[in-house]
């Protein structure tokens, strides 16, 4: 089965760091883009970044710019986003996705900013 | 605020028939394909119509979706219990060299 599934997700402190996984299985990870999308509780989806399948170009939304950073591992299968100096309203439930069509998604990671 | 525009909320009875809208710009719809997604509580999301129209395998054509200009319509017909849930149009915005969704639509079937 198609399958994504994030990890890393947890409580941190504003200012901190975190490093989500996706480990994507059953399918050429290295033939598609790759998204990751949050979603703040109650809120609706926001996209985040997403990467190209060599790596060679990247994109972020605008308030995540020059703070987090999306990369891939396409020998482990794996995308990763390493949030750094992580605010409250980074505090949301992760998705990465099977990009163009965003047709797989992972079950989600939830990240809580808080002291 | 998203510069995608949909409606909050929408709703009708069960067997009728529903559309939802997502207003954009030359930057965004007007340009680019749009892909919609279905969010039941609790659950990640699931691609309903992608490239404007077209419907995955395994999603019914209940299930439709259209653009013309700037704008893109989800339609959902038969309405049934179960498509209670919140739906989000998603596109690529040239300008803002970043993909962007709506701010999404809750369905309620009375």
């Known amino acids: 089965e198609v399958q994504l599934v994030e990890s890393g997700g947890g409580l941190v402190q504003p200012g901190g760091s975190l490093r989500l996984s996706c480990a994507a299985s059953?399918?050429?990870?290295?033939?598609?883009?790759m998204s990751w999308v949050r979603q703040a509780p109650g809120k609706g989806l926001e996209w985040v970044a997403n990467?190209?399948?060599?790596?060679?170009?990247?994109y972020y939304v605008d308030s995540v710019k020059g703070r987090f950073t999306i990369s891939r591992d396409n020998a482990k299968n794996s995308l990763y986003l390493q949030m750094n100096s992580l605010r409250a309203e980074d505090t949301a439930v992760y998705y990465c996705?099977?990009?163009?069509?965003?047709?797989?998604w992972g079950k989600g990671t939830t990240v809580t900013v808080s002291s | 605020q998203s510069v995608l525009t949909q409606p909050p909320s929408v709703s009708a009875a069960p067997g009728q028939k529903v559309t939802i809208s997502c207003s954009g710009s030359?930057?965004?719809?007007?340009?680019?394909?749009v892909s919609w997604y279905q969010q039941l509580p609790g659950t990640a999301p699931k691609l309903l119509i992608y490239?404007?129209?077209k419907r995955p395998s395994g999603i019914p054509d209940r299930f439709s979706g259209s653009k013309s200009g700037t704008s893109a319509t989800l339609g959902i017909t038969g309405l049934q219990t179960g498509d209670e849930a919140d739906y989000y149009c998603?596109?690529?915005?040239?300008?803002?060299?970043?993909?962007?969704f709506g701010g999404g639509t809750k369905l309620t079937v009375l």
């Open positions: 996705g099977r990009d163009r069509i965003m047709d797989v």
């Open positions: 059953e399918f050429t990870f290295s033939n598609y883009w």
């Open positions: 990467i190209k399948q060599d790596g060679s170009e990247k």
């Open positions: 030359s930057s965004n719809i007007g340009n680019n394909y």
């Open positions: 490239d404007n129209n």
């Open positions: 998603l596109t690529w915005d040239s300008s803002l060299s970043a993909r962007v």
